[in-house]
Antibody, heavy 122, light 108 residues
Framework: EVLLLESGGGLVQPGGSLRLSCAAS????????MSWVRQAPGRGLEWVST????????YYADSVKGRFTISRDNSRSTLFLQLNSLRVEDTAIYYC???????????????WGQGTLVTVSS | EIVLTQSPATLSLFPGERATLSCRAS??????LAWYQQKPGQAPRLLIY???NRATGIPARFSGSGSGTDFTLTISSLEPEDFAVYYC??????????FGQGTKLEIK
């Protein structure tokens, strides 16, 4: 069974930083691209970032480019998202998601974690 | 950026009825469209990928159709557990991936 478990969310002031983690199990982690998707309270889904299997290639939504950094540690089957220069509008549940059929960047997201809540407020 | 527009915003039906949800793309996404179901307090669940392929473990009452710019998710006979929010996602022209704004399927 594929399990994705996010952690690292919390309350942070505007301009602050957080590091999110997503621990994967039940999957050969380094054979799948991974992504982060967020959902503001009561709102829809927004893609944030994707990283290739090896970690060599990364992609970002314009809304987070230059502020967020995605990375992975395949030896620990863990995905990360470093959030810097946080804004009130970054408040959301952050989900990690695994690439679906084919496993490469550009695939759908077939398994999702339960999410971790990031609240940016003074 | 491709914009996905879902309709209706809210759909009110009785259990046992047929549900038809629409997703329209601002430009062709070929068949690279997926459907997700999200229940309150839960993560999204993949239902359909590449427009018409059911994901693992998804009941046969869920079906997807369409290509290009117009897509449909059909639930043939609603079960109580099907009442949720449904999102479409395109991956034809990324980055960015884009989602529709969602359709809320509620019990009448």
């Amino acid at each position: 069974e594929v399990l994705l478990l996010e952690s690292g969310g919390g309350l942070v002031q505007p301009g602050g930083s957080l590091r999110l983690s997503c621990a994967a199990s039940g999957v050969i982690f380094d054979t799948y691209a991974m992504s982060w998707v967020r959902q503001a309270p009561g709102r829809g889904l927004e893609w944030v970032s994707t990283i290739s299997r090896s970690g060599d290639n990364t992609y970002y939504a314009d809304s987070v480019k230059g502020r967020f950094t995605i990375s992975r540690d395949n030896s620990r089957s863990t995905l990360f998202l470093q959030l810097n220069s946080l804004r009130v509008e970054d408040t959301a549940i952050y989900y990690c998601a695994k690439a679906g059929f084919g496993g490469s960047v550009g695939a759908d997201f077939d398994y999702w974690g339960q999410g971790t809540l990031v609240t940016v407020s003074s | 950026e491709i914009v996905l527009t879902q309709s209706p915003a809210t759909l009110s039906l009785f259990p046992g009825e047929r549900a038809t949800l629409s997703c329209r793309a601002s430009q062709s996404v070929r068949s690279y469209l997926a459907w997700y179901q999200q229940k309150p307090g839960q993560a999204p669940r993949l239902l359909i990928y590449d427009a018409s392929n059911r994901a693992t473990g998804i009941p046969a009452r869920f079906s997807g159709s369409g290509s290009g710019t117009d897509f449909t998710l059909t639930i043939s006979s609603l079960e109580p557990e099907d009442f949720a929010v449904y999102y479409c996602l395109q991956r034809a022209n990324w980055p960015p991936y884009t989602f529709g704004q969602g359709t809320k399927l509620e019990i009448k």
